[in-house]
């Protein structure tokens, strides 16, 4: 009896699951019977043959070489390879002396018309693999342009079964939304966000942490703000999900990626750390931590600022404050002017510019489109335009689809109204964070010049202090 190989192959391994290796050995099998052929090895392949490179069937065909087996036994053609550069291997085999066999075909590949019969069926294979493979994309290509993700969600989104959109994992989601807000501050590194991740609970699809580069994909995917990207093609469609961002979230977090790679965490977080620069030379004031005390320190060393207490800068940014808030009068002056306000008229206005900012640039695309049809813009130019101009209207149409109702904007300057009757309490009581960010959205200028410390109002809180009008609530600052 000739020593043969047996050689078993399904494309995935969901298929290795049923019952086609074993159905594709008893075949096998009985022809070896059949055939009086002995199998001294099986191998056994759970991977498409529509690429070369498989590894159970480049170590077999080593073996062969080696003369380890006088044949080799195959299920059907298809099984062996369904791309002409192994097809044409396998012919090699038979032309090196090896017997080949095809357990469920009826052909002697030794013979002149048996190989040509075999080649025909093995390009035929090759055939429908290319039909498939372009049958797909056409598939795929159908589902994007619907505005659905055809493969598995991401993490953070459910899987809701074919032709329907994903949607929020409810515990995954708020750890993902969670996740771009730290890394939005701009204290966190990847290193330092993954930990931070870790230790709230966010998990992969295999139930595992999710790793450094996990994290680096999620936050670079815009499909997590409505926007599918494919990475080979550069192409963009807009999702018909849910997004668990908003683009200008994203567009943020894109930047500090970009701009930033150094470790963001520091050893030592001093409260106003970077808000102050000194007055005279314009070098910022270092903060330094000595007996006890934090002291912020310009380091030039011909400069006359010295150093200024943190306690001090609280106490100058206190006074700063309580000179802004407004009293008793100026409450009751503007809850008069607010009555006489009409925020509907307000609001149709910004309803109306962003409706023309959104006609205008899907003018823009469409007038993009035509000059690559003529051959004017070439098609890189053209993708890496198209997809900033989507941005910007994912943008608008977002800020158009959130105009709040009246009843909101009411709320809104009532809220804005008490807040302006008593910010330095706000920073007195707020977090390390609250502080920070009050200090940087209320003063433009920081500066210390000597012993001073010199606060510059942003023009918008000299405003709000002097007009009522600001209070309606431009968009621009929450």
């Known amino acids: 009896m000739k020593p043969c ?48 490179g498989r590894p159970v069937f480049q170590r077999m065909l080593k073996l062969l070489e080696q003369r380890k087996a006088e044949g080799l036994i195959i299920h059907k053609i298809d099984r062996s390879a369904r791309n002409l550069k192994d097809w044409a291997v396998i012919g090699e085999l038979s032309d090196q002396g090896i017997n080949v066999y095809f357990a469920t075909e009826s052909l002697d590949f030794r013979s002149r018309g048996g190989r040509l019969t075999a080649d025909i069926q093995a390009v035929i294979a090759a055939d429908y693999i290319r039909n498939l493979r372009e049958e797909t994309l056409k598939g795929l290509n159908g589902r994007l342009k619907q505005g659905l993700y055809p493969w598995g969600a991401p993490i953070g989104y459910l899987n809701n079964g074919q032709g329907k959109p994903k949607t929020p994992d409810p515990v995954k989601a708020p750890l993902v939304r969670e996740l771009f807000d730290l890394y939005s501050t701009g204290s966190h590194s990847l290193r330092s966000l993954q930990k931070a991740m870790m230790l709230r609970g966010l998990r992969n699809g295999r139930n595992r942490p999710v790793s450094l580069t996990g994290i680096e994909t999620i936050l670079g995917n815009s499909f997590y703000c409505g926007i599918i990207r494919m990475q080979k093609t550069s192409m963009q469609y807009d999702g018909i999900h849910e997004p668990l961002i908003s683009v200008a979230l994203f567009n943020r977090v894109q930047d500090i990626k970009a ?31 000595q007996k006890g005390h934090v002291y912020y320190r310009c380091h030039n060393a011909t400069c006359a600022t010295k150093t200024v207490r943190e306690e001090v800068l609280s106490d100058a940014i206190n006074r700063g404050l309580r000179c802004l808030q407004i009293d008793v009068a100026d409450t009751a002056r503007f809850e008069g002017d607010l009555a006489a306000i009409n925020p509907v008229s307000e609001l149709e206005d910004q309803r109306t510019s962003l409706l023309l900012r959104i006609a205008d640039e899907t003018s823009r695309l469409d007038r993009m489109t035509d000059l690559m049809i003529d051959g004017t813009l070439d098609k890189a130019t053209y993708q890496e335009k198209q997809n ?64 001073n410390v010199l606060l510059e109002p942003h023009n918008w809180l000299q405003e709000a202090k002097n007009s009522p009008y600001v209070l309606s609530g431009a968009q621009e600052r929450t």
């Open 388 to 451: 900033a101009l989507q941005f910007r209207l994912a943008a608008l149409r977002e800020s158009l689809a959130n105009l709040p109702d009246p009843k909101e904007i009411e709320a809104n300057r009532r809220q804005f109204l008490e807040l302006m009757k008593s910010l330095a309490r706000l920073h007195e009581n707020a977090d390390r964070v609250g502080k920070r960010q009050l200090v940087e959205n209320c003063f433009s200028n920081r500066r210390v010049i000597g012993k």
């Open 259 to 289: 701009g930033r790679y150094h470790q963001k965490v520091t050893r030592h977080d001093h409260l106003y750390r970077g808000l102050f620069r000194c007055g005279l030379c314009e070098e910022p004031m270092i903060a330094e931590r």
């Open 5 to 52: 190989f047996g050689y078993i192959r399904v494309s995935t391994q969901k298929q290795g699951e049923g019952v086609s290796l074993e159905a594709q050995k008893d075949a096998i099998m009985a022809f070896a019977s059949r055939n009086n052929l002995s199998i001294i090895e099986w191998f056994e392949e759970k991977e498409t043959a529509a690429k070369s």
